[in-house]
């Protein structure tokens, strides 16, 4: 069981807009910034958000992120083909003392 | 452009130790960030293992901590990975990545290794 909860899978078809949530407590989202992680199959993981909205160099605009209180959320617009893949969330849990991750999401793209 | 690559046994007998390199390029580790370890069992979720410094100082994933060690060899620009006392639930590809903030709120992995499977079987 992941310390951090996300749905095991998400869809959508071509150009539509997906989100996919990710909650914690008070010890891990709601108190540190939450990462987001991209692993297409096959591959290893890539960061895709960090500091709960911000995009590495290289990461197309139409990837976002929020966080609010214990809770954070991914979002893809125009869903594309290649965005078929595992997507995970992170953070720094302080009363676990570690980093923890959730148990990621399989988004598909119909 | 920092890339790096794991290398190591791909069979480990049960209660054996497992050990792993990270060898590093384009980026000298003594110039700072923590250097990290993750994990993955087949069709699984991710595991943070643990991280160490340049300096060597070190911290772990608690529920791992007394099987752990990771060590840096800073003139050969590497880290290491070394998992005591294993079992099949220790069957995982590991990761070796550059770790960005260390403890707390910063705390991510900007660029990763390939990732090497380690199957603990007799």
């Known amino acids: 069981q992941s310390v951090l909860t996300q749905p095991p899978s998400a869809s959508g078809t071509p150009g539509q807009r997906v989100t996919i949530s990710c909650s914690g407590s008070s010890s891990n989202i709601g108190s540190n910034t939450v990462n987001w992680y991209q692993q297409l199959p096959g591959t290893a993981p890539k960061l895709l958000i960090y500091?709960?909205?911000q995009r590495p160099s290289g990461v197309p605009d139409r990837f976002s992120g929020s966080k609010s209180g214990t809770s954070a959320s991914l979002a893809i617009s125009g869903l594309q083909s290649e965005d078929e893949a595992d997507y995970y969330c992170a953070a720094w849990d302080d009363s676990l003392i570690k980093g923890v991750f959730g148990g990621g999401t399989k988004l598909t793209v119909l | 452009q920092v890339q790096l690559q794991e290398s190591g046994p791909g069979l480990v007998k049960p209660s054996e130790t497992l050990s792993l390199t990270c060898a590093v390029s384009g980026y000298s580790i003594s110039s700072g960030y923590y250097w990290g370890w993750i994990r993955q069992p087949p069709g699984k979720g991710l595991e943070w293992i643990g991280s160490?410094?340049?300096?060597?100082?070190?911290y772990y994933n608690p529920s791992l901590k007394s099987r752990v060690t990771i060590s840096v060899d800073t003139s050969k620009n590497q880290f290491s990975l070394k998992l005591s006392s294993v079992t099949a639930a220790d069957t995982a590809v590991y990761y070796c990545?550059?770790?960005?903030?260390?403890?707390?709120?910063?705390?991510?992995?900007?660029?990763w290794g390939q990732g090497t499977l380690v199957t603990v079987s007799s």
């Open positions: 500091s709960n909205n």
């Open positions: 990545a550059r770790e960005v903030g260390g403890i707390g709120s910063s705390w991510r992995y900007d660029y």
């Open positions: 160490i410094y340049h300096s060597g100082s070190t």
